[in-house]
């Protein structure tokens, strides 16, 4: 028996499709335009939904920019989690990672320019999400039990800080793609040709796997 169209879960399935194409919309929209230049009409029309109701979900374009940002940011912990790295030797769970988040940012360039964006409001929509920090903090304590699991196995030196090395891995990965076009310029050389693409994910790796084992 089909559910009743005015029932509390039929209501329910249709507001989570409505927000998830919402979302879905807002991010193409804020990647493509940045924040100062989304406009909530166009979202409105890509999402096919009337713009009263992206109010009613999200009260405001700052709103929904945040709400846009925490998916962001689950769908990449998401992806990381099912890597299972804490299953893997400690070297190859650091060089999965490293490959992971270089592939990841390949795939997902609207996942750097929406970055992009936040950094240049200073993070004041990220700063405001619980959400935002708690859902990162397993990937820094998964990296840590990784880490100290390689210690004790005599392979990694130890002292290593798993944030510093997070952002190293992929402040390597997110300054290359954010920049490519201006350092294909200066340099006078495509950078993001697959030849290319696979010398900077394996030097990556080299000095990722560098710092981290013993000498």
Not at 55 to 80: G, H, M, T
Request: glycine fraction near 6%; charged fraction near 20%.
């Amino acid at each position: 028996m089909s559910a009743n169209p005015s029932s509390p879960e039929t209501r329910l399935r249709d507001a989570e499709r409505s927000q998830a194409a919402i979302l879905l919309a807002a991010r193409d929209e804020f990647a493509g335009h940045g924040l100062a230049g989304a406009r909530v009409d166009r979202i409105a029309e890509r999402a096919q939904v009337n713009k009263r109701l992206i109010y009613y979900y999200f009260n405001s374009k700052d709103d929904l920019f945040l709400a846009v940002l925490e998916q962001a940011y689950a769908d990449i912990r998401a992806a990381e989690r099912e890597l299972h790295l804490t299953d893997m030797p400690p070297a190859q769970a650091i060089r999965r990672l490293t490959e992971f988040t270089w592939e990841y940012y390949l795939a997902h360039p609207e996942f750097l320019t929406l970055l992009n964006s936040e950094n240049l409001h200073q993070g004041r929509h990220l700063a405001q999400s619980s959400r935002a920090r708690e859902m990162n903090s397993p990937l820094i304590a998964t990296l840590a039990q990784i880490l100290e699991r390689g210690r004790a196995e005599g392979l990694f030196r130890g002292g290593i800080d798993p944030v510093q090395l997070y952002v190293s891995i992929a402040g390597m990965a997110y300054f290359y793609l954010s920049n490519n076009h201006t350092l294909s310029a200066i340099f006078g050389r495509s950078l993001m040709t697959p030849k290319a693409q696979h010398e900077r994910i394996s030097h990556m790796c080299d000095v990722i796997l560098g710092y981290v084992l013993k000498g």
